[in-house]
């Protein structure tokens, strides 16, 4: 359920790039995603996600040497489904209780900046794996932003002509994170 | 031991969450002095194996030797200081300084001075007189490695005292013990590295105050769940809270089924007689139908077991173990690690679940953090205003429940009552003791006793 699930480096050496067109397509299909979360239409955003999706962060770390990743995927600092982002996050935003979830009533004020948009085709033609560079910026109440950044892997996924996030795996490089909450979408 | 609650007003100043001052007394009088939670052993299995901590604002190198024995070292260089360890964990038999290269082994002994004759002379530096500084006293206990650097501390033993019983039921009853499972998550909380603990310490008060959307989303149990586990549901949950002493404190809260023998819900069936064999009666009776236990090891280690529902659909439920830790870096500023803890050999199917229970509900990333943060975060921001600072806190609350009933077993002085301070003021007893603050004083804890 987790690393072997997004591609290994050396899977990502023979995948070829994606096209312009293509780039451009699931560059676009980030951006709207972003907006999404940024403008919290999370029902919205819930509609572009696979029924299967997995959302996983790995514990950061620092690592003994150079060789090794800065991560430890035996430990996880998020580990979400489509249904528990449903059920147990964006729940919390709906009219009838949002004003006891006190953790995010004021919210957090999130901005996505998504860059270095890398697609790489896979051996199903609909299944793209997308690596991307996030810096997540959050900005909790009167105090200073804080921001966080990480790499993403997403696999995108194209069913009946429709592009959807099917997977998203973000390793970050912040190893003491200090950040408004941990409780992020990134 | 019974520890008599006095009638009155007890109470705390403010400024105790975030004045620079009573923050460097803490410092000195507590984190220098008191047991402190290091690592599980689970973490350094083999020898050479090390992890990075914290002892107060001091980093410590916990590394297992050749031998196999569990050394704490100051993350530090004899020579000029330089940290020897930059890596969170890894193995080595020696740790080599980037300056100069002195070379200690990992048992702190001092082996190498580069360049020492032309450096020093012959004879002009004494290796033996400079191993790695370490604390006074490493012990361990259930697997869990603390270190003090007081020499005239008591043994871990008695340091612990009756919360050992507690520490017992769940990290001692698994046959073939726990894990530690994986690197620890570590965050930066705006807060006073006391607050969590308070919470964690057995405030049944705030639960479903600051966790009320956690019942509109199903993760605590529900009548609808408990009549699925038992024909007989009563209805109302009862807890129970114990002052452990020296600061230690438990609340263990049951879930309100009537049900003959042990019934360990959150485990599969087939873990269940395991932990018939490894507790005694009373400690089954204590985890038996369990909704959620936790407590503090004084001063800044905390744990929990909790009974989670519905954490990845309908009817999946699970228990989880995790050990939080609080490492103090101004008055407002603390650090904090995360340790999910799963039993060596479980089914990974429920391994799977128990770790979903514990991230998406008392996780760094869990519902019940998100709100039980901006708490903590918030007593320290509205603690160092010039006039906030000086007013009280009011820590009365459950002054009045009954004691339980002897016959019961437990060590330590255990209260019938859920919504409870209880165990906060025995928190702030204790730490007013270590404080030594002269009577009157601002930070004193008044009527504390």
């Known amino acids: ?186 | 031991m019974t520890m008599v609650e006095v009638p009155g007003e007890f109470t705390v100043p403010r400024r105790s969450w975030g004045d620079d001052e009573v923050f460097d007394r803490e410092m000195q009088q507590i984190f220098r002095h008191c047991w402190q939670y290091v690592a599980h052993e689970s973490e350094i299995p083999e020898p050479g194996d090390y992890v990075l901590r914290k002892m107060g604002r001091d980093q410590v190198i916990v590394v297992r030797d050749e031998s196999g024995q569990v050394r704490v070292h100051l993350n530090t260089c004899r020579h000029r200081g330089v940290p020897l360890c930059r890596a969170d964990s890894g193995n080595a038999s020696h740790f080599r300084c980037s300056y100069h290269g002195w070379t200690y082994a990992n048992t702190g002994e001092l082996r190498g001075v580069t360049y020492q004759a032309d450096v020093y002379g012959k004879g002009g530096l004494d290796k033996k007189k400079l191993p790695l500084f370490s604390p006074a006293q490493v012990d361990s206990e259930l697997g869990l490695i603390f270190a003090t650097w007081d020499p005239e501390a008591p043994s871990l033993r008695d340091y612990l005292g009756d919360i050992l019983w507690y520490l017992q039921l769940i990290f001692g009853k698994h046959p073939n013990g726990m894990e530690v499972v994986g690197t620890p998550v570590r965050n930066i909380v705006k807060a006073n590295w006391k607050t969590e603990g308070e919470n964690l310490s057995g405030d049944g008060y705030h639960t479903t105050i600051t966790h009320s959307s956690a019942f509109d989303l199903g993760l605590f149990a529900t009548q609808k769940d408990l009549v699925k586990l038992a024909d007989d549901v009563a209805p109302k949950f009862t807890g129970r809270t114990v002052d452990a002493g020296n600061g230690h404190t438990m609340r263990i809260q049951r879930l309100p089924l009537r049900l003959q023998g042990n019934h360990y819900f959150g485990y599969p069936k087939e873990m269940w007689a395991g932990f018939d064999r490894m507790l005694s009666p009373e400690q089954q009776q204590a985890m038996s139908c369990l909704s959620v236990g936790h407590g503090s090891v004084f001063p800044n280690m905390s744990f929990i077991e909790n009974f989670k529902t519905n954490v990845d659909g309908p009817d999946l439920h699970a228990r989880y173990a995790r050990i939080t830790v609080r490492y103090p870096i101004d008055a407002t500023t603390s650090e904090q690690l995360w340790f999910f803890l799963a039993p060596k050999g479980a089914d990974p199917e429920w391994a799977r679940l128990s770790r979903l229970a514990y991230l998406r509900t008392n996780g760094p990333s869990g519902l019940f953090e998100i709100d039980d943060t901006e708490n903590f975060v918030g007593i320290s921001e509205a603690s160092v205003g010039d006039v906030s600072r000086t007013l009280p806190v009011i820590i009365e609350g459950g002054k009045h429940h009954p004691e339980a009933p002897p016959e019961l077993g437990w060590p330590g002085n255990v209260v019938d009552g859920d919504k409870t301070e209880r165990t906060i003021r025995a928190f702030h007893r204790r730490w007013s003791e270590l404080m030594d603050l002269p009577a009157g004083d601002a930070a004193g804890t008044g009527a504390a006793r």
């Open chain 1, 1 to 186: 359920m987790t690393a072997e699930v997004v591609g290994s480096r050396a899977d990502v050496k023979r995948a070829r790039l994606g096209d312009a067109i293509l780039h451009s397509e699931i560059s676009q299909f980030l951006a709207y995603e972003s907006e999404l979360l940024d403008d919290r239409k999370f029902h919205e955003w819930v509609e572009i996600v696979a029924e299967d999706f997995v959302y996983q962060v790995p514990t950061p770390r620092t690592p003994d040497s150079p060789f090794k990743p800065h991560y430890d995927d035996r430990s996880l600092l998020i580990d979400e489904s489509r249904w528990s982002m449903t059920t147990q996050w964006f729940r919390r935003f709906d009219e009838d209780i949002y004003e006891a979830a006190w953790g995010e009533n004021p919210p957090v004020r999130f901005r996505h900046l998504v860059t270095n948009v890398r697609v790489r085709l896979t051996d199903d033609p609909d299944v793209y794996e997308v690596r991307s560079n996030i810096a997540l910026v959050g900005t909790r109440q009167s105090d200073l932003p804080k921001y966080i950044t990480g790499e993403r892997t997403d696999r995108i996924e194209r069913r009946d002509g429709e592009l959807i996030l099917a997977r998203r795996w973000v390793v970050l490089d912040q190893v003491v994170i200090d950040f408004p909450q941990l409780r992020i979408l990134l």
